[in-house]
């Protein structure tokens, strides 16, 4: 083997990768956020709401979990401009790993949703309390708490995820490696580098998103 | 010499003592009956004798050989020592024949065609040979731990431990399970039984022992320990029993 | 300017599915190779072993497919000196991947299994091996089905990644024929959409066995 591995090269530009490593956070995080959001909305909408919504909901799900990401981000970016719709690379990235999130973590949601014993809801009806209200404080948070391991899995799911927005020149951190290892020629250290970068991000998700469940759900609550 | 000899078998879990100084001889031939309250460390006890707990301390020994927990020694004990589990524990995804023929053909190399008459015979033994070819799911549980028994004996054990195999019975189909144990006491086979049927332990039974707190309190044969209790603790239990069962009453004293 | 979509354009579309599912299919056979010795490997008594599959997993489903990609695709370039073709990069680099999570839904059917069947085998003098292999294994590999099929439509919309590489699989073809048409509103819907016709009766077939084994299942371990 005539290949000398030059890892300096990658030390050098340790910088930038550590920039893209940011925005890749800074990315994933917001998808995160609003991809709960839309979550929450089609989780409610889809075990509480009425047959159009639910069937609509269903519809959403079934397109976004049957079709592959990487297709989705296309149709955002290249298809959607035809019918005037332009939007930058990075916004259609959001856009595309919100959407993407939404319809996974809608599934996980409502599953939490279903596990709420029902007498819980009936009790809360007949204090009075408002529809809108019983979701707020009676489903929801407890919803969520039960299901937030596999919700932790599928926003990291995203995050790894996030590397193939690349492909449309959102800048992240594959897209930067890819410009470094083009132009430097040591692919192979700059990849392997990145992938411990990604690994990183991965265990540091894991722990700030349990940080959160402690912050959120373990301390006292008159809930 | 006896088959089994338990020399003073020490077993804590944590903070609770199982066992404490439990000794215990089984000769050929005999039929033991373990009895006591839940927690008197019984099934720990009868756990010990096939390798599924190991003692902390005290010694075990099988045909005049001490145990060691090695996995050769062990597997080459289970060939000689049976065991009936409370839920059977059958395979479900097998036939009957084949829950019974695998003991054999694939732990003792038996060849396939002999398993099978073999099968035949021992279900034949627990009045089950017309169930040969259906599966665990298709029969009761009293059918079920009688094709359990049959596997334990298809290995032609020296010896066969029962952990409370009655238990998870509902009690109309106790009757057929505990008439199998009559007659593989009957027929000479050496039996460990951790039981509460008291109707089989004082017809069928050697010896009982009287198990309370992880030590033996009383050990002796039926109509000594059922007729004349020594302590106030097995006095107390076979009054429990009694209040549950009024039977019983026939039988004892 | 640019071709107009046709019958010919859609006729190259159809042409790329047999690489999508013969790379899935590949994949997954490897997979279910490395996946079986992994699961087995998370469940010997030895910890170092124990620790190794762990980690291996740990690595493959923390990092992007992406990056997998790029490392084995440059990794092998530089081990072997040659520049690999597509094709067995692709298909090394996704059997990995399988391999890890069909390992991770794998031990998790061994682990379902109770211990008291352990226990009657070990009784009937059974060794280790032959425990796995005569009583375990069957009824594990029951268990598995339905997520290992889940897992199957999942890697068929990963495949799509490979494309990211220049490998010709649906989603590449779907690119070639944007580039030479510029009718990506037509074309990427369309990819979309065949996607669909391949993933959606696998998901409904993992669900349908789903209900079917946790029916069976509660009369099995029913004693």
């Given amino acids: 083997m005539n290949y000398v591995f030059q890892f300096n090269v990658v030390w050098d530009h340790l910088p930038e990768l550590l920039e893209g490593a940011l925005l890749t956070i800074q990315l994933s995080a917001t998808a995160m956020a609003l991809g709960l959001v839309v979550a929450v909305v089609c989780a409610y909408g889809k075990s509480a709401g009425p047959r159009p919504v639910r069937w609509l909901v269903a519809v959403y799900v079934e397109l976004i979990r049957n079709t592959p990401f990487l297709v989705q981000i296309f149709i955002f970016y290249f298809s959607l401009p035809v019918i005037g719709l332009r939007l930058t690379a990075n916004t259609a990235a959001l856009v595309a790993m919100t959407v993407n999130l939404g319809a996974y973590a809608s599934e996980i949601v409502r599953a939490g949703i279903e596990a709420i014993p029902h007498g819980q809801v009936e009790a809360a009806r007949a204090l009075g309390l408002k529809r809108l209200q019983i979701f707020r404080f009676i489903i929801i948070f407890p919803a969520v708490k039960t299901v937030y391991p596999a919700l932790t899995s599928q926003f990291i799911l995203l995050m790894l995820s996030s590397s193939v927005v690349s492909t449309i020149s959102a800048v992240e951190l594959t897209a930067i490696t890819n410009s470094l290892a083009s132009t430097t020629f040591r692919s192979f250290e700059f990849y392997f580098v990145a992938t411990g970068l990604y690994l990183a991000m991965a265990l540091g998700f894991r722990a700030g998103l349990s940080a959160i469940y402690w912050a959120v759900f373990q301390r006292s609550r008159a809930a | ?253 | 300017m640019g071709r107009s979509f046709g019958t010919g354009e859609f006729l190259f579309l159809l042409r790329a599915i047999p690489s999508t599912l013969l790379l899935s299919l590949g994949a997954l056979t490897g997979g279910a190779i490395v996946g079986l010795f992994v699961a087995i490997l998370r469940i010997v008594p030895s910890r170092p072993l124990r620790w190794l599959a762990t980690g291996y997993i740990e690595l493959l489903q923390g990092t992007p497919v992406l990056m997998q990609l790029f490392v084995t695709y440059y990794g092998l370039a530089v081990l072997f000196k040659i520049q690999v073709d597509a094709w067995p990069a692709v298909l090394l680099a996704f059997s990995l991947y399988s391999g890890a999570f069909l390992g991770e839904i794998w031990r998790g059917s061994i682990e379902a299994i109770p211990r008291a069947q352990w226990e009657a085998a070990a009784c009937l003098s059974l060794s280790f091996l032959k425990q796995l292999w005569y009583v375990i294994l069957p009824q594990a590999g029951r268990i598995s089905i339905p997520p290992t099929v889940g897992f199957a439509v999942q890697l068929i919309k990963n495949t799509s990644i490979a494309a990211i590489i220049g490998f010709v699989e649906l989603t590449r073809a779907g690119q070639l024929m944007t580039n030479t048409t510029f009718k990506p509103m037509i074309v990427y819907p369309i990819v979309a959409a065949l996607y669909f016709i391949l993933c959606w009766p696998l998901s409904l077939l993992a669900q349908t066995l789903e209900r079917r084994i946790d029916a069976t299942l509660g009369i099995k371990t029913h004693y």
């Fill in chain 2, 1 to 253: 010499m006896p088959l089994l000899a338990l020399r003073r078998i020490t077993k804590r879990f944590g903070a609770h003592q199982a066992l404490e100084e439990v000794s215990l001889a089984v000769e050929p031939g005999e039929v033991v009956a373990i009895i006591g309250r839940s927690g008197s460390g019984k099934s720990t006890l009868l756990r010990c004798i096939n390798g599924l707990e190991w003692p902390d301390s005290g010694t075990i020994e099988f045909d005049g050989r001490t145990f060691e927990p090695t996995p050769r020694r062990l597997k080459a004990l289970r060939r000689e020592i049976g065991i009936v589990f409370q839920s059977y524990n059958l395979f479900p995804h097998l036939c009957v024949e084949r829950n019974i023929t695998l003991g054999p053909t694939a732990a003792k190399g038996m060849k396939l065609a002999a398993a099978r008459e073999l099968a035949r015979k021992v279900l034949r033994m627990v009045d089950l040979e017309d169930k040969i070819a259906a599966y665990p799911q298709q029969l009761s549980g009293g059918q079920q731990q009688r094709v359990a028994i049959a596997r334990a004996l298809a290995m032609e054990p020296r010896l066969v431990l029962f952990d409370e195999i009655t238990a998870a019975l509902d009690p109309e189909l106790i009757g057929e399970v505990v008439r199998v144990l009559d007659r593989l006491a009957r027929d000479g086979m050496t039996m460990v039984l951790v039981t509460h049927e008291m109707g089989f332990a004082r017809r069928s039974a050697d010896t009982i022992v009287f198990m309370h707190q992880g030590r033996v309190w009383e050990k002796g044969p039926p109509a000594k320990l059922f007729g004349a209790p020594v302590t106030a603790e097995l006095a107390s239990f076979i009054d429990a029993i009694l209040s549950v069962d009024p039977s019983e009453k026939r039988h004892v004293g």
